[in-house]
Protein backbone atom coordinates (compact mmCIF):
# COMPACT_ATOMS: atom_id res chain seq x y z
CA UNK A 1 0.00 0.00 0.00
CA UNK A 2 1.12 3.63 -0.94
CA UNK A 3 1.84 6.26 1.81
CA UNK A 4 4.28 9.13 2.29
CA UNK A 5 6.98 6.31 4.23
CA UNK A 6 6.83 4.17 1.35
CA UNK A 7 7.33 6.89 -1.33
CA UNK A 8 10.39 8.25 0.67
CA UNK A 9 11.68 5.19 1.34
CA UNK A 10 12.04 4.25 -2.10
CA UNK A 11 13.77 7.34 -2.78
CA UNK A 12 16.15 6.87 0.24
CA UNK A 13 17.26 3.83 -1.41
CA UNK A 14 17.40 5.13 -4.79
CA UNK A 15 14.42 2.64 -6.31
CA UNK A 16 12.28 3.98 -9.40
CA UNK A 17 8.74 5.38 -8.03
CA UNK A 18 5.87 3.79 -9.64
CA UNK A 19 3.27 6.39 -11.46
CA UNK A 20 0.69 5.52 -8.48
CA UNK A 21 3.34 6.31 -6.30
CA UNK A 22 3.62 9.75 -7.80
CA UNK A 23 -0.56 9.94 -7.90
CA UNK A 24 -0.67 8.71 -4.62
CA UNK A 25 2.07 12.16 -3.66
CA UNK A 26 0.84 14.35 -5.54
CA UNK A 27 -3.33 13.68 -4.25
CA UNK A 28 -1.42 13.81 -0.40
CA UNK A 29 0.09 17.13 -1.20
CA UNK A 30 -3.48 18.70 -2.30
CA UNK A 31 -5.17 17.44 0.05
CA UNK A 32 -3.12 17.67 2.91
CA UNK A 33 -2.77 14.15 4.16
CA UNK A 34 1.19 14.82 3.21
CA UNK A 35 3.22 16.57 6.24
CA UNK A 36 5.06 19.90 5.56
CA UNK A 37 7.79 17.34 6.67
CA UNK A 38 6.95 14.66 3.86
CA UNK A 39 6.85 17.35 1.51
CA UNK A 40 10.03 18.85 2.17
CA UNK A 41 11.61 15.23 2.33
CA UNK A 42 9.97 14.51 -1.29
CA UNK A 43 11.09 17.80 -2.67
CA UNK A 44 14.64 17.03 -1.47
CA UNK A 45 14.76 13.33 -2.74
CA UNK A 46 13.65 14.08 -5.57
CA UNK A 47 15.91 16.85 -6.00
CA UNK A 48 18.61 15.03 -4.76
CA UNK A 49 18.22 11.23 -6.73
CA UNK A 50 16.72 12.93 -10.42
CA UNK A 51 14.07 11.25 -11.86
CA UNK A 52 14.21 9.24 -14.92
CA UNK A 53 12.19 10.31 -18.71
CA UNK A 54 9.23 7.91 -17.20
CA UNK A 55 9.17 9.65 -13.90
CA UNK A 56 9.20 13.04 -14.98
CA UNK A 57 6.15 12.41 -17.01
CA UNK A 58 4.24 10.50 -14.43
CA UNK A 59 5.07 13.18 -11.36
CA UNK A 60 3.81 16.01 -14.38
CA UNK A 61 0.76 14.24 -14.82
CA UNK A 62 -0.08 13.42 -11.30
CA UNK A 63 0.56 17.17 -9.96
CA UNK A 64 -1.99 17.89 -13.17
CA UNK A 65 -4.44 15.53 -12.26
CA UNK A 66 -4.18 16.86 -8.70
CA UNK A 67 -7.04 19.16 -9.64
CA UNK A 68 -9.42 20.73 -12.12
CA UNK A 69 -8.37 20.36 -15.83
CA UNK A 70 -10.34 22.11 -18.48
CA UNK A 71 -11.40 20.69 -21.76
CA UNK A 72 -12.80 22.57 -24.67
CA UNK A 73 -15.76 22.07 -26.99
CA UNK A 74 -14.43 24.15 -29.63
CA UNK A 75 -13.80 24.07 -33.23
CA UNK A 76 -10.02 25.41 -33.35
CA UNK A 77 -6.91 24.45 -31.82
CA UNK A 78 -6.15 25.36 -28.47
CA UNK A 79 -2.59 26.61 -27.89
CA UNK A 80 -0.64 28.70 -25.38
CA UNK A 81 2.71 30.14 -24.75
CA UNK A 82 5.05 30.09 -21.32
CA UNK A 83 8.44 31.95 -21.13
CA UNK A 84 11.23 30.81 -18.40
CA UNK A 85 11.77 34.59 -17.25
CA UNK A 86 12.79 37.32 -18.15
CA UNK A 87 13.25 41.51 -18.03
CA UNK A 88 11.29 43.55 -20.18
CA UNK A 89 9.52 40.18 -21.46
CA UNK A 90 5.78 41.19 -22.42
CA UNK A 91 5.38 38.93 -25.39
CA UNK A 92 2.38 36.96 -24.03
CA UNK A 93 -0.10 39.89 -24.26
CA UNK A 94 1.07 40.18 -28.23
CA UNK A 95 1.13 36.97 -28.84
CA UNK A 96 -2.43 35.60 -26.90
CA UNK A 97 -4.57 38.17 -28.86
CA UNK A 98 -2.36 37.73 -32.41
CA UNK A 99 -2.83 33.85 -32.33
CA UNK A 100 -6.48 34.16 -31.65
CA UNK A 101 -6.91 36.58 -34.16
CA UNK A 102 -5.42 34.01 -36.65
CA UNK A 103 -8.09 31.33 -35.62
CA UNK A 104 -6.74 29.26 -32.44
CA UNK A 105 -8.21 29.95 -29.04
CA UNK A 106 -5.65 30.63 -26.14
CA UNK A 107 -6.80 29.94 -22.18
CA UNK A 108 -3.27 31.13 -20.97
CA UNK A 109 -2.92 30.61 -17.14
CA UNK A 110 -0.42 32.60 -16.37
CA UNK A 111 1.83 33.70 -12.84
CA UNK A 112 3.33 36.77 -11.27
CA UNK A 113 6.43 38.61 -11.18
CA UNK A 114 9.26 36.90 -8.36
CA UNK A 115 12.79 37.83 -8.13
CA UNK A 116 14.12 39.86 -10.79
CA UNK A 117 11.59 38.85 -13.56
CA UNK A 118 8.08 40.65 -13.99
CA UNK A 119 5.07 38.73 -13.92
CA UNK A 120 2.28 39.02 -16.90
CA UNK A 121 -0.93 38.99 -14.72
CA UNK A 122 0.62 42.01 -12.60
CA UNK A 123 1.39 43.63 -16.14
CA UNK A 124 -2.29 43.00 -17.13
CA UNK A 125 -3.04 44.44 -13.54
CA UNK A 126 -1.89 47.99 -14.48
CA UNK A 127 -5.10 48.26 -16.32
CA UNK A 128 -7.57 50.25 -14.21
CA UNK A 129 -10.55 47.70 -13.37
CA UNK A 130 -8.84 44.37 -14.91
CA UNK A 131 -9.50 41.89 -12.85
CA UNK A 132 -7.44 38.22 -13.47
CA UNK A 133 -8.53 35.76 -11.26
CA UNK A 134 -12.07 35.05 -12.72
CA UNK A 135 -14.48 31.90 -12.03
CA UNK A 136 -14.24 29.01 -14.89
CA UNK A 137 -17.59 30.07 -16.55
CA UNK A 138 -16.04 33.83 -16.88
CA UNK A 139 -13.09 32.66 -17.82
CA UNK A 140 -14.62 30.53 -20.66
CA UNK A 141 -16.91 33.24 -21.93
CA UNK A 142 -14.15 35.78 -21.93
CA UNK A 143 -12.71 33.35 -24.12
CA UNK A 144 -15.65 32.62 -26.58
CA UNK A 145 -15.67 36.91 -26.81
CA UNK A 146 -12.24 36.92 -27.09
CA UNK A 147 -10.27 33.97 -28.27
CA UNK A 148 -8.34 34.71 -25.58
CA UNK A 149 -8.04 34.69 -22.00
CA UNK A 150 -4.89 35.80 -19.97
CA UNK A 151 -5.98 34.84 -15.96
CA UNK A 152 -4.10 33.47 -13.15
CA UNK A 153 -4.81 29.65 -11.79
CA UNK A 154 -7.51 29.36 -9.38
CA UNK A 155 -6.76 27.46 -6.12
CA UNK A 156 -8.62 24.27 -8.02
CA UNK A 157 -5.65 24.32 -10.76
CA UNK A 158 -3.03 21.79 -9.94
CA UNK A 159 -3.06 22.09 -6.08
CA UNK A 160 0.08 20.02 -5.64
CA UNK A 161 2.12 22.27 -7.42
CA UNK A 162 1.15 25.14 -5.08
CA UNK A 163 2.02 22.92 -1.45
CA UNK A 164 5.12 21.81 -3.47
CA UNK A 165 6.38 25.11 -4.65
CA UNK A 166 5.82 27.04 -1.09
CA UNK A 167 7.94 24.21 -0.01
CA UNK A 168 10.39 23.93 -2.53
CA UNK A 169 10.92 27.88 -1.52
CA UNK A 170 12.31 27.33 2.18
CA UNK A 171 14.02 24.44 1.52
CA UNK A 172 16.80 24.89 -1.28
CA UNK A 173 15.20 23.07 -3.88
CA UNK A 174 13.74 25.25 -6.39
CA UNK A 175 16.40 24.62 -8.75
CA UNK A 176 15.56 20.65 -9.54
CA UNK A 177 15.31 20.27 -13.24
CA UNK A 178 12.67 17.48 -12.59
CA UNK A 179 10.92 20.03 -10.01
CA UNK A 180 11.04 22.74 -12.50
CA UNK A 181 9.56 20.83 -15.67
CA UNK A 182 6.50 19.29 -13.39
CA UNK A 183 5.69 22.63 -12.04
CA UNK A 184 5.64 24.83 -15.31
CA UNK A 185 3.52 22.02 -16.90
CA UNK A 186 1.27 20.84 -14.46
CA UNK A 187 -0.26 23.82 -14.45
CA UNK A 188 -0.37 24.76 -18.34
CA UNK A 189 -1.41 20.84 -19.01
CA UNK A 190 -4.64 21.95 -16.72
CA UNK A 191 -5.56 24.75 -19.15
CA UNK A 192 -6.73 21.45 -21.63
CA UNK A 193 -4.10 22.37 -24.38
CA UNK A 194 -3.14 20.80 -27.72
CA UNK A 195 -0.33 22.68 -28.48
CA UNK A 196 2.66 24.83 -26.55
CA UNK A 197 5.08 27.01 -27.33
CA UNK A 198 7.77 26.83 -24.22
CA UNK A 199 10.24 30.36 -24.36
CA UNK A 200 12.96 29.05 -22.95
CA UNK A 201 15.28 32.53 -21.63
CA UNK A 202 18.71 32.11 -21.43
CA UNK A 203 21.91 34.73 -20.19
CA UNK A 204 21.92 37.35 -18.28
CA UNK A 205 18.36 38.70 -17.47
CA UNK A 206 17.57 34.68 -17.16
CA UNK A 207 17.07 32.19 -14.50
CA UNK A 208 19.17 29.97 -17.31
CA UNK A 209 22.65 31.98 -17.95
CA UNK A 210 24.02 30.01 -20.67
CA UNK A 211 23.44 28.25 -23.18
CA UNK A 212 24.65 24.57 -21.86
CA UNK A 213 21.88 24.83 -18.72
CA UNK A 214 18.81 26.52 -21.31
CA UNK A 215 19.02 23.38 -23.62
CA UNK A 216 18.67 20.75 -20.62
CA UNK A 217 15.80 22.34 -19.02
CA UNK A 218 14.20 23.13 -22.69
CA UNK A 219 14.65 19.12 -23.84
CA UNK A 220 13.43 18.66 -20.43
CA UNK A 221 10.06 20.61 -21.10
CA UNK A 222 9.49 19.47 -24.54
CA UNK A 223 10.14 15.49 -23.99
CA UNK A 224 7.78 15.78 -21.27
CA UNK A 225 5.22 17.81 -22.32
CA UNK A 226 4.70 15.66 -25.38
CA UNK A 227 5.06 12.26 -23.68
CA UNK A 228 2.11 13.36 -22.18
CA UNK A 229 0.35 14.04 -25.00
CA UNK A 230 0.86 17.65 -25.56
CA UNK A 231 2.51 18.88 -29.32
CA UNK A 232 5.39 21.66 -27.71
CA UNK A 233 8.22 23.23 -29.51
CA UNK A 234 10.78 25.31 -27.17
CA UNK A 235 12.69 28.09 -28.43
CA UNK A 236 15.74 29.27 -26.63
CA UNK A 237 15.73 32.77 -26.91
CA UNK A 238 18.30 35.56 -26.19
CA UNK A 239 18.30 37.27 -22.70
CA UNK A 240 21.40 39.17 -22.33
CA UNK A 241 19.46 42.32 -22.70
CA UNK A 242 16.06 43.37 -22.05
CA UNK A 243 13.51 42.23 -24.44
CA UNK A 244 11.59 45.69 -24.63
CA UNK A 245 12.79 49.53 -23.66
CA UNK A 246 10.90 49.32 -20.84
CA UNK A 247 10.80 47.40 -17.58
CA UNK A 248 7.85 48.01 -15.03
CA UNK A 249 4.46 46.70 -15.44
CA UNK A 250 2.48 50.13 -16.83
CA UNK A 251 5.67 51.16 -18.38
CA UNK A 252 5.92 47.48 -20.12
CA UNK A 253 1.83 47.39 -21.62
CA UNK A 254 2.40 51.14 -22.68
CA UNK A 255 5.02 49.09 -25.00
CA UNK A 256 2.70 46.44 -25.89
CA UNK A 257 -0.16 49.76 -26.67
CA UNK A 258 2.65 50.85 -29.38
CA UNK A 259 3.40 47.58 -30.91
CA UNK A 260 -0.15 46.78 -31.37
CA UNK A 261 -1.65 49.97 -32.77
CA UNK A 262 1.37 51.28 -34.93
CA UNK A 263 5.13 51.08 -33.93
CA UNK A 264 5.64 46.88 -35.38
CA UNK A 265 9.54 47.53 -35.13
CA UNK A 266 11.86 45.94 -32.92
CA UNK A 267 12.36 42.46 -30.67
CA UNK A 268 9.07 42.05 -29.54
CA UNK A 269 7.48 41.80 -32.61
CA UNK A 270 10.45 39.56 -34.04
CA UNK A 271 9.86 37.23 -30.63
CA UNK A 272 6.17 37.30 -30.82
CA UNK A 273 6.11 35.53 -34.88
CA UNK A 274 8.53 33.32 -34.10
CA UNK A 275 7.57 31.90 -31.01
CA UNK A 276 3.67 32.37 -33.01
CA UNK A 277 4.59 30.48 -36.33
CA UNK A 278 5.68 27.41 -34.31
CA UNK A 279 2.21 27.55 -33.18
CA UNK A 280 0.63 27.92 -35.84
CA UNK A 281 2.46 25.34 -37.87
CA UNK A 282 2.67 22.97 -34.86
CA UNK A 283 -1.77 23.27 -35.47
CA UNK A 284 -2.03 22.74 -39.01
CA UNK A 285 -3.10 26.33 -39.18
CA UNK A 286 -0.07 27.36 -41.31
CA UNK A 287 1.82 25.81 -44.04
CA UNK A 288 5.03 25.93 -41.98
CA UNK A 289 7.14 27.92 -39.20
CA UNK A 290 7.61 30.59 -41.45
CA UNK A 291 4.46 31.19 -43.17
CA UNK A 292 3.12 30.82 -39.24
CA UNK A 293 5.20 33.75 -38.28
CA UNK A 294 4.08 35.77 -41.28
CA UNK A 295 0.18 35.34 -40.24
CA UNK A 296 1.37 36.29 -36.69
CA UNK A 297 3.15 39.42 -37.87
CA UNK A 298 0.42 40.27 -40.11
CA UNK A 299 -2.34 40.01 -37.44
CA UNK A 300 -0.03 42.25 -35.90
CA UNK A 301 -0.24 45.17 -38.12
CA UNK A 302 -3.04 44.78 -39.56
CA UNK A 303 -4.89 45.85 -36.06
CA UNK A 304 -6.53 42.29 -35.67
CA UNK A 305 -4.57 41.69 -32.65
CA UNK A 306 -5.32 45.06 -30.73
CA UNK A 307 -8.94 44.31 -31.55
CA UNK A 308 -8.77 40.89 -30.10
CA UNK A 309 -6.93 42.49 -26.99
CA UNK A 310 -9.05 44.99 -26.36
CA UNK A 311 -12.06 42.86 -26.64
CA UNK A 312 -10.28 40.79 -24.02
CA UNK A 313 -9.50 43.55 -21.52
CA UNK A 314 -13.04 44.59 -21.67
CA UNK A 315 -14.30 41.29 -20.72
CA UNK A 316 -12.23 41.00 -17.75
CA UNK A 317 -13.10 44.20 -16.28
CA UNK A 318 -10.98 46.74 -18.28
CA UNK A 319 -11.83 50.14 -19.99
CA UNK A 320 -14.22 49.75 -22.87
CA UNK A 321 -12.19 52.07 -24.99
CA UNK A 322 -8.53 51.38 -23.60
CA UNK A 323 -7.23 51.02 -27.36
CA UNK A 324 -8.54 54.45 -28.38
CA UNK A 325 -6.78 56.53 -25.16
CA UNK A 326 -4.80 53.95 -23.69
CA UNK A 327 -2.12 56.46 -22.43
CA UNK A 328 -5.02 57.99 -19.75
CA UNK A 329 -5.53 55.27 -18.17
CA UNK A 330 -2.17 53.73 -17.49
CA UNK A 331 -0.71 54.93 -13.83
CA UNK A 332 2.20 57.72 -13.70
CA UNK A 333 5.28 57.87 -11.75
CA UNK A 334 5.46 61.31 -9.55
CA UNK A 335 9.11 61.32 -10.35
CA UNK A 336 10.98 60.87 -13.38
CA UNK A 337 14.31 60.75 -13.76
CA UNK A 338 17.04 60.80 -16.43
CA UNK A 339 20.16 58.30 -16.19
CA UNK A 340 22.71 59.76 -18.22
CA UNK A 341 25.89 57.99 -19.80
CA UNK A 342 29.48 59.15 -17.85
CA UNK A 343 31.11 58.83 -21.18
CA UNK A 344 31.24 58.42 -24.69
CA UNK A 345 31.01 54.73 -25.74
CA UNK A 346 29.23 52.22 -26.62
CA UNK A 347 27.08 49.97 -25.02
CA UNK A 348 28.65 46.52 -24.78
CA UNK A 349 27.36 44.86 -21.50
CA UNK A 350 23.80 45.04 -19.61
CA UNK A 351 23.46 43.05 -16.77
CA UNK A 352 19.78 42.25 -16.93
CA UNK A 353 19.14 40.92 -13.36
CA UNK A 354 20.66 43.99 -11.68
CA UNK A 355 18.01 46.02 -13.95
CA UNK A 356 15.19 43.42 -12.89
CA UNK A 357 16.00 44.38 -9.42
CA UNK A 358 16.36 47.72 -9.45
CA UNK A 359 12.68 48.21 -10.45
CA UNK A 360 12.25 45.88 -8.03
CA UNK A 361 13.77 48.34 -5.35
CA UNK A 362 11.69 50.82 -6.98
CA UNK A 363 8.51 48.61 -5.77
CA UNK A 364 7.54 47.62 -9.56
CA UNK A 365 8.06 43.66 -8.36
CA UNK A 366 8.56 41.48 -5.48
CA UNK A 367 10.73 39.08 -3.51
CA UNK A 368 8.05 37.72 -1.39
CA UNK A 369 4.28 36.87 -3.49
CA UNK A 370 2.94 39.04 -0.19
CA UNK A 371 5.08 42.22 -1.56
CA UNK A 372 2.71 45.30 -2.80
CA UNK A 373 3.24 46.39 -6.55
CA UNK A 374 3.67 49.67 -7.96
CA UNK A 375 2.10 49.79 -11.13
CA UNK A 376 3.49 53.12 -12.15
CA UNK A 377 7.10 52.76 -11.35
CA UNK A 378 10.20 50.91 -13.60
CA UNK A 379 12.58 52.08 -16.34
CA UNK A 380 12.45 53.22 -19.67
CA UNK A 381 13.96 53.97 -22.61
CA UNK A 382 16.84 51.29 -21.80
CA UNK A 383 19.82 51.64 -24.02
CA UNK A 384 20.50 48.18 -26.26
CA UNK A 385 23.42 46.28 -26.68
CA UNK A 386 25.54 48.00 -29.80
CA UNK A 387 23.79 51.61 -29.42
CA UNK A 388 26.51 54.51 -29.34
CA UNK A 389 26.24 57.06 -26.77
CA UNK A 390 27.81 60.58 -25.87
CA UNK A 391 28.22 61.44 -22.78
CA UNK A 392 25.07 62.86 -20.98
CA UNK A 393 23.27 61.58 -23.07
CA UNK A 394 20.80 59.08 -21.62
CA UNK A 395 21.00 55.31 -20.75
CA UNK A 396 17.46 55.37 -19.64
CA UNK A 397 14.69 57.32 -17.59
CA UNK A 398 13.90 56.25 -14.36
CA UNK A 399 9.70 56.19 -13.43
CA UNK A 400 9.79 55.96 -9.60
CA UNK A 401 7.91 56.96 -6.36
CA UNK A 402 9.95 58.77 -3.88
CA UNK A 403 13.19 61.13 -5.15
CA UNK A 404 15.40 59.13 -2.97
CA UNK A 405 14.30 55.56 -4.99
CA UNK A 406 14.90 57.20 -7.82
CA UNK A 407 18.46 57.89 -7.12
CA UNK A 408 19.21 54.40 -6.12
CA UNK A 409 18.08 53.25 -9.52
CA UNK A 410 19.76 55.75 -11.22
CA UNK A 411 22.85 54.24 -9.39
CA UNK A 412 22.01 50.73 -10.68
CA UNK A 413 21.55 51.32 -13.96
CA UNK A 414 24.45 52.98 -14.76
CA UNK A 415 26.50 49.85 -12.72
CA UNK A 416 24.49 47.46 -14.87
CA UNK A 417 25.53 49.03 -18.18
CA UNK A 418 28.70 48.84 -19.61
CA UNK A 419 30.40 51.09 -21.84
CA UNK A 420 33.30 50.68 -24.17
CA UNK A 421 35.37 52.42 -26.74
CA UNK A 422 34.36 50.49 -30.01
CA UNK A 423 30.94 49.05 -31.35
CA UNK A 424 30.80 45.64 -30.31
CA UNK A 425 31.75 42.83 -33.18
CA UNK A 426 28.86 40.04 -32.11
CA UNK A 427 25.71 41.35 -31.16
CA UNK A 428 23.57 37.96 -30.03
CA UNK A 429 21.15 36.71 -32.33
CA UNK A 430 17.50 37.13 -30.46
CA UNK A 431 16.73 33.19 -31.20
CA UNK A 432 19.00 30.91 -30.54
CA UNK A 433 17.99 27.62 -31.55
CA UNK A 434 14.25 25.64 -31.57
CA UNK A 435 13.76 22.15 -29.95
CA UNK A 436 11.15 19.46 -29.87
Given at each position: ?137 RFRA ?52 EGLV ?239
Open positions: MTSARSVLSALRHDKPLRPDDLQWMAAGLADGTVSDAQAGAFAMGICARGLDRAGRVALTLAMRDSGHVLSWDVDAPVLDKHSTGGVGDCVSLILAPALAACGAVVPMISGRGLGHTGGTLDKLEAIPGLVTVLDEDVVRDAGCAIVGATAEVAPADKRLYAVRDVTSTVDSLDLITASILAKKLAGGLLDVKVGKGAFMKDMASARALAEALTETANAAGCRTTAVISDMSQPLAASLGNALEVAEVMRVLTGDQRGPLVEISAALGGVLMASAGLAKGVQDGADLIAAAIRDGRAAERFGRMLAAMGGPVRFLEDWARFLPEAPVIREVTAPADGYVSDIDGEALGMAVVGLGGGRMLETDEVNPAVGLAQVVRLGDAVQRGQPLAMVHAARPDAADAAARAVRDAITLQPRAPRDLPDLIHERIG
